[in-house]
């Protein structure tokens, strides 16, 4: 288990570089950050050369690249060409943020979707059953800004225009009550409740189908013929089982909680990565962008080393070498 | 729904038996293929969505081809932001473009894109899978290693920023969204491959003296075609999704132009969503429609053609 772990490690660091490289290419096809100046009929060649090398724009882009490399490791991300913070700085204000609504999110995808999936399990093919895989088809479905803008529109609007209590439709907090703990559970709800409302028709789908197959088991039976009762048999017997592919799913599903993010943060006007992503695509600001893709990659990529490694240890019949 | 698929499930593995009874005595058992017609006819919300899927497309690509030119920008500025009414049936928009004639423009062109992108990501996905199944070693490793390194990449980050690269327009769109979002299919081939090749028919074909392209694309593809039916039907439903998000997000379709991702994206600013929803309604409606018919015929086809697999 050990070797299979350090194995595993040392595997994801040649790929995560190899993202690096690729993305650094990438990023520097796009355009030039400085593309503002060399239509500015005020600015001269001197000062564009200047400018040029003073960020390092004028060295081939390996050179670049290696410095970015260097500078990074010793945990100098660069500056960001359009806020002039230090990219580093900048990220992190953005991702506790982004944390915020993403554990929201999960949170509230596991409160709807454990029940759910459990119940249509337990009684499979009932109205219930019915309803629930019928609306988990359609969320499913949903585009994530559809739903946040419907939500906005009877949540925040239509219940405004009611004069009753509403919901923000944006930002983290009311600019006229300042940034306080309340203020962000009342701006979190919306846009988690989105992404979760997504999220859960996926987990629910995957949960019932978990179930439905651990309660078919041999042991279950054995479990019922002991004289068990239900709630123990499903609570301590087919639960734990039913729940493993989920662990490798929550892990995975990190990739797409990013996505979400970035659609949804840019609906409600979240101040997290993905709004800070597209905000810096926009204005092709490469150390920025590196930054944040650099570490998305690095979470996707530890995110899915931590899903075998869970797995492995909580399923014992999975012998890795 | 799931009723049908276990009783499908049962009358499969009732027929597959009875099937290799009487293989070897009567010729008028039923084919794979009828089998799995028989199955998906039975599966009638993917009948249902079927049918609601060619519909649609029909009256969208025969309505737009008899629109002029024009009809996606003509504009009535005494009819601005108009609810729907008998002449305008979805209403009007900021510019007083009739919300309909939009919603049909656009949804050629969404349409056209998941169709198109998806053609793209299942070929590149076969292609790399049965190459890397089939030959395995070192091109294996690189290329599985290749997949790894776009699935570490958040799938919408990478979309934006091939689409930042190569430009806006519909047929960049297509192109990006087929070349990030192959590699699943890979997967699903090359795990296809490796236990076929293995396989007593594919050792006879190559005594006989077949080459490697004929034993790819003659013998061992064939034999996958379930799964990539299956996962091209998914991929129709996911790229139209993500052309709507990077329409959305202003790197895909560029307003005049509509599709709809960028018709709700335009109806969705705060002032919009109160004083004319339906902007963003009707195109956001007609994305999760088309996508739950999509996604219910390749549940539908997966039930039909891989009784096996769960979910």
Known sequence: MAR???????????????ITVILYYLIFQIGSPIAHLLQNPHVTQQDIARVKHLYGLDQPLWKQYLVWVWNTVHGNWGYSFVTHQ????????????????????????????????????????????????GASFIFYSLPVFFLGFMLIWVFSLQLDQAGLPHLPSGQMYDIREGPS???????????????????????????????LE???????????????RESVIVARHALKNAALPLVTITFIQIAFLFSGAVVTETIFAWPGMGQLFIQSADAVDYPTLMGILTIASALVIIFNLLADIAYAYLDPRIKYT | MDSSRTEGQQSASALQTRLLQQETLARETLSPWKMARRRFLRHRLALVSLAFFVVLVLTIYIWSALMPPTAATATDINYIQQPPSLKHPFGTDNAGSD??????????????????????????????????????????????????????????????????LLGAGIRTVIIVIGIATWMDVSRIIRANFLSLKQKEFVEAARSIGARDVSLIFRHILPNTIAPIIVAATLNVANAILLEAYVSFLGYGIQPPQPSWGNMVSSGSFLLTISQAPWMMLFPGLMITLTVLAVNFIGDGLRDALDPHAVI
């Open chain 1, 214 to 228: 651990v309660l078919g088991q041999d042991y279950i039976r054995t479990a019922r013929s002991k004289g068990l």
């Open chain 1, 181 to 211: 703990m309340g203020q962000t559970v009342q701006h979190v709800i919306l846009p988690a409740l989105t992404i979760a409302l997504i999220s859960a028709a996926y987990y629910a789908r995957y949960l019932r189908a978990s179930m």
């Open chain 1, 4 to 18: 299979y772990v350090i194995r595993r490690i040392l595997q994801a660091v040649p790929l995560l570089i190899a």
């Open chain 2, 99 to 164: 919300v309909l004639v939009r919603v049909v423009l656009g949804g050629r062109v969404s349409i056209t894109v998941g169709l198109l992108a998806a053609a793209i990501s299942v070929t590149i996905g076969t292609l790399v899978g049965s190459v890397s199944g089939f030959y395995g070693g070192i091109l294996d490793n690189i290329l599985m290693r290749i997949v790894d390194m776009m699935l570490s990449i958040p799938l919408l980050f990478l979309v934006i920023i091939l689409a930042a």
């Open chain 1, 86 to 133: 230090p990219v580093m700085t900048l990220i992190f204000s953005r991702l506790g943020n982004t944390m915020i609504l993403m554990i929201t999110a999960f949170v509230l995808t596991l409160v709807i979707a454990i029940p759910v999936g459990l119940i249509s399990a337990l009684k499979q093919y009932s109205v219930f059953d019915y309803v629930a895989t």
